[in-house]
Structure formats: C-alpha cells, structure tokens
Antibody
Framework: QVQLVQSGSELKKPGASVKISCKAS????????LNWVRQAPGQGLEWMGR????????TYAQNFTGRFVFSLDSSVSTAYLQISSLKADDTAVYYC???????????WGQGSLVTVSS | QSVLTQPPSASGTPGQRVTISCSGS????????VFWYQQFPGTAPKLLLY???QRPSGVPDRFSGSKSGTSASLAISGLRSEDEADYYC???????????FGTGTKVTVL
C-alpha cells in the first residue's frame, strides 16, 4: 500500500536550519511528483511547491522562494524539505503529499511539526 | 494568499444535508478541476473528491461535489457525527502557476 512517512517533530532556534524527510513506499517513486504543504497553527493549508521525482526539478510557490529547498534521494525513495534562517512564523506542520496526475493529492504524510522558538 | 473563498463554518443536525461553497475565478476553478480534502484535528488531510465530483475508493456516496463557472460546492447528505471536520477545496491556478487551497470550512454536527 502507498505510504508516505515523514520525520519527527523538530524544535529549532531562530536562524537555524531544519531538514524534513518524506519516505515513500508502495509505488514507483519516480512516477508522481511530491508536494509540500504548510499548515501554521490554527490556520489553513498552503501549497509550498513540488518536486518532480523523475527529474529532480523543483517548483516553488511564490511565498516559498529563497529559504526553502526541495531535494530528493531517489535511491531511498525519499524527498526532503530544507528550511534555512528559520523564523518564528515558520512554526507549522509540514506535510508531503503525492501528486497523482500532478494535482490530485491522493496520499499524504502524517506531517512534521517544526517549532521555532528561542 | 488563497483566492478560493469558503465560509468559515457550516453546521447541521444528524441526517441533514450540509453544503459548502468554494468561490474562485476564471484562472482557477473556471479552468481547472476542483478537489476537496477532509481534515480531522491533529491529522493529515485526506482526499475526499477529485475532478469536481469523483470519489476515491472508500469515500461514502454521502459526499458529492459540483462545479459551475467559477464556483464549486461540496454537499454532505445524511450528516453524521463523524463528518465533523475541516473541509478544504483546492484547484490549480493558471495565472499564479500555483495550487490553491480554499480558506477552509469547519463543519459542526449539532
């Protein structure tokens, strides 16, 4: 069965970096994009962008350029989200989601909570 | 940044029909499929409907969707207590080249 398993919660200080992983299983990793979605505490869902798991080419949403980097290790069917120069308002749950036919997010990771606090 | 507008809340008693609207524009709903996601507190969203009205395997037929012009709607018929959750519409926006989620609607079963 398709599964996306994300890394655990992180507590970071402002200015630090964090790298979240999303390990896929149960399907051919290179067949579907992986998307990243942010949900700040008590807020809605916000699409951060996606990475083409065949080419490794990332696409970033307008609000997520500069400090956010999507990457892959296809040898272990894992996608990564790295956030640098963390700020308090980066505190959120970050989800990965498989994009079937690009825009159908049919499977989601369980979410990774990143807390940024001094 | 969302430009898909949903009512913040909707409610009904068990057995009732509840409808949630999602209003967009010609660059998103007007030209793309609409998707609906269900999210319970503390859990990941789940795909509820795709291509405006199609249900993934396992989603009860109490959930239905429609689209007209630049708006879409999700209907829950025969409302049950376990339907109490947040619901988000979503669509690709050609102008922004971005996947947009709606503002979200919290459904309460009275």
């Amino acid at each position: 069965q398709v599964q996306l398993v994300q890394s655990g919660s992180e507590l970071k200080k402002p200015g630090a970096s964090v790298k979240i992983s999303c390990k896929a299983s149960g399907y051919t990793f290179s067949n579907s994009d992986l998307n990243w979605v942010r949900q700040a505490p008590g807020q809605g869902l916000e699409w951060m962008g996606r990475i083409n798991t065949n080419t490794g080419n990332p696409t970033y949403a307008q609000n997520f350029t500069g400090r956010f980097v999507f990457s892959l290790d296809s040898s272990v069917s894992t996608a990564y989200l790295q956030i640098s120069s963390l700020k308090a308002d980066d505190t959120a749950v970050y989800y990965c989601a498989r994009g079937l036919r690009v825009v159908r997010f049919d499977y989601w990771g369980q979410g990774s909570l990143v807390t940024v606090s001094s | 940044q969302s430009v898909l507008t949903q009512p913040p809340s909707a409610s009904g008693t068990p057995g009732q029909r509840v409808t949630i609207s999602c209003s967009g524009s010609s660059s998103n709903i007007g030209s793309s499929y609409v998707f609906w996601y269900q999210q319970f507190p503390g859990t990941a969203p789940k795909l509820l409907l795709y291509r405006n009205s199609q249900r993934p395997s396992g989603v009860p037929d109490r959930f239905s969707g429609s689209k007209s012009g630049t708006s879409a709607s999700l209907a829950i018929s025969g409302l049950r207590s376990e339907d109490e959750a947040d619901y988000y519409c979503a669509a690709w926006d050609d102008s922004l080249s971005a996947y947009l989620f709606g503002t979200g609607t919290k459904v309460t079963v009275l």
